[in-house]
């Protein structure tokens, strides 16, 4: 009896532990809204959230243009992560299942998946806007790209585009150039430069932004054969010298990290992301419905 009772005890003790230990991870990850969301909402701070002074000057100068609304999610890894202790890895990321689910979501709904080359001919105007249309991209060209997110792009045969570092093409967190022609291969995916060595623009010297920008675009085009028309920031960092360099150079579109989801000639060059986090089902929609976006 008395064996029964401790016996009782200690499984009582170990539910309550196990329950305290759910209890706090879940709480990690929802919002001040109850939406369970990736916590890179509320602690990553490495990327570029604000319009540098000089670009919100020139936005207010500018003629008034046609405005899109277009979201363009932004993700990193997406992955089962093996080592908890990789901080940032873990604050970047979007579990499979998870990017799967949001996938599903935004394909039931009527969302139409469009590639950053096909929002620069929309605002060209030598493409029609499609209905509720939405951009996924991918920033570094990671070895997940592959492995975890090329097979569920083919599985709902949708389109994305991934921004390639293109100096760490081969190496150890990164695709190989074998796993990168897989990719373009697929015919789903629009890549786009992410410059040589991940290098923050913002304040550089105009020969090393001229240098990253142009060699990364020039290996995309003469080693893996691809047309590279889009750019993305690394960081989220530029600042008016690297938007015209990246201009000049023959991008079409570039994109940023600052929260936003409207589209037009004025930000064609540093374009508003916004990332998804953990959301998926009728809090993504609705999350999507937003009018405006906070720095996340």
């Known amino acids: 009896m008395v064996r029964q009772l401790l016996l009782?005890?200690?499984a009582g003790?170990?539910?309550?532990?196990?329950?305290?230990?759910?209890?706090?991870a879940i709480k990690?990850?929802?919002?001040?809204?109850?939406?369970?969301?990736?916590?890179?909402?509320?602690?990553?701070?490495?990327?570029?959230?604000?319009?540098?002074?000089?670009?919100?000057?020139?936005?207010?100068?500018a003629s008034p243009s046609a405005t899109f609304?277009?979201?363009?999610?932004?993700?990193?890894?997406?992955?089962?992560?093996q080592n908890k202790n990789d901080k940032l890895r873990v604050e970047l990321n979007v579990p499979p299942a998870v990017f799967e689910q949001q996938v599903l979501t935004l394909q039931n709904a009527g969302y139409t998946f469009m590639t950053a080359k096909g929002l620069g001919d929309v605002l060209d105007g030598t493409m029609a806007l499609p209905a509720k249309p939405i951009l996924l991209t991918f920033d570094d060209g990671h070895w997940d790209f592959e492995t975890d997110v090329l097979p569920i792009l083919e599985k709902y045969h949708i389109k994305a585009t991934a921004y390639i570092i293109t100096g760490f093409i081969g190496g150890s967190d990164f695709?190989?150039?074998?796993?990168?022609?897989?990719?373009?291969?697929?015919?789903?995916?629009?890549?786009?430069?992410?410059?040589?060595?991940?290098?923050?623009l913002r304040g550089l010297?105009?020969?090393?932004v001229q240098k990253e920008v142009d060699q990364s675009k020039t290996t995309l085009e003469q080693t893996y054969h691809v047309n590279a028309v889009s750019f993305a920031y690394p960081n989220g960092s530029f600042d008016q010298q690297a938007a015209q360099v990246v201009k000049d150079d023959g991008f079409s579109t570039a994109v940023s990290t600052v929260p936003g989801i409207e589209q037009n000639q004025t930000n064609r060059f540093f374009m508003y992301r916004i990332?998804?986090?953990?959301?998926?089902g009728q809090a993504l929609l609705d999350w999507l419905s937003q009018s405006s976006f906070a720095a996340y």
């Open 8 to 10: 009782g005890i200690v």
């Open 13 to 24: 003790l170990a539910a309550l532990v196990v329950f305290i230990f759910v209890f706090v």
């Open 28 to 61: 990690h990850y929802v919002h001040a809204d109850n939406k369970i969301i990736s916590p890179v909402l509320e602690t990553n701070r490495t990327m570029v959230k604000k319009l540098p002074e000089e670009i919100k000057k020139q936005i207010k100068a």
């Open 69 to 81: 609304r277009v979201p363009i999610l932004l993700y990193h890894y997406v992955e089962n992560i």
């Open 175 to 200: 695709m190989t150039p074998d796993e990168l022609h897989t990719v373009i291969k697929s015919g789903l995916v629009d890549v786009g430069a992410h410059t040589v060595h991940h290098l923050s």
């Open 205 to 208: 010297p105009l020969a090393t």
């Open 275 to 280: 990332r998804p986090g953990y959301r998926t």
